[in-house]
């Protein structure tokens, strides 16, 4: 029998010898989470003989991993700003960037935004942090995937926050009520086709590509989340954006154009230009 610690070898070796990065790390999480052990507890295991019925629990998440899957899709859930939420195929894999972004939003908002819309929600990851954030704030989540508005739903239930946001099927502002709104947020698709082409094939093949890509050099969606948001943010109200590294120079002009004030760029932990904040 095989201990646990040949088996990390073992898996090591087969997600690396696939391309995988950090298949050390990758290994870990994907026994530990077949086992229900965090890696700490996996460590003091490391002896440990594995028997079969264990091992079968491993092999299909190797074998997935191996495929270049997301472990985040392969484990089902993972931490976002403190929350722990459901992940799967029918949304986006909540990024770091997209943490930071929500750091920008509360760090900007005093006094906090007594209304919040979120804009294409995905997992629901940035309206359910801002939920919690500003709790007296009414939230209104939008998405225009019936798929995407389900995991969003399964997640605030999740996290006891599901009478705290109102989800709507809306194709941007299409569907949304008339507000006004004190904070709209979103982190809507921004990749070009050719950056989608060469994005990893954990991206590329297995997350939603309406979430990923939009037309015009990806500047589609921005552009009409930009030009829109006057006619739903309250007076001084916040307009807080994810965006590519590439788009600020004419993000930046669109905003001038649709009369948003104060309009600046943000660096990502990486110093690159991330996010956009405007005002009405």
């Not at 899957?69 to 976002?80: C, K, L």
């Not at 050719?194 to 094939?201: C, G, N, S, Y």
Request: glycine share 8%.
């Amino acid at each position: 029998m095989l201990t646990v610690l040949e088996i990390i070898k073992k898996t090591t070796d087969f997600l690396a010898g696939k391309g995988i990065e950090s298949p050390r790390l990758n290994a870990e999480l994907l026994i530990g989470h077949a086992l229900g052990l965090k890696r700490m507890q996996l460590y003091l295991q490391f002896e440990r003989p594995l028997a079969e019925t264990e091992l079968e629990r491993i092999r299909p998440l190797v074998r997935r991993r191996g495929q270049h899957e997301p472990i985040q899709y392969i484990m089902g859930e993972m931490e976002f700003h403190g929350l722990r939420l459901k992940v799967d195929r029918r949304a986006l894999i909540p990024r770091p960037e997209t943490e930071q972004l929500v750091e920008h939003v509360v760090a900007a908002c005093d006094p906090p935004p007594a209304s919040v819309l979120d804009l294409g929600t995905g997992s629901g990851a940035i309206a359910l942090a801002l939920a919690r954030a500003f709790p007296a704030a009414t939230v209104t989540a939008a998405d225009l995937s019936n798929d995407a508005l389900a995991l969003a739903g399964e997640n605030a239930f999740a996290t006891d926050l599901a009478g705290r946001i109102t989800f709507i099927r809306s194709d941007w502002f299409a569907a949304v009520p008339a507000g006004p709104f004190e904070l709209i947020v979103s982190n809507p698709p921004y990749l070009s086709a050719e950056e989608t082409a060469r994005a990893p094939l954990e991206v590329r093949g297995f997350e939603p590509a309406q979430a990923l890509a939009a037309a015009d050099d990806g500047l589609a969606d921005l552009r009409r989340i930009i030009e829109g948001a006057p006619r739903f943010l309250a007076p001084g109200g916040l307009l807080a954006l994810e965006t590519g590294m590439a788009q600020h120079a004419p993000l930046l002009e669109i905003a001038a154009a649709a009369g948003l004030v104060q309009a600046e760029s943000r660096r990502d932990l990486a110093g690159r230009d991330r996010f956009i904040l405007a005002r009405a």
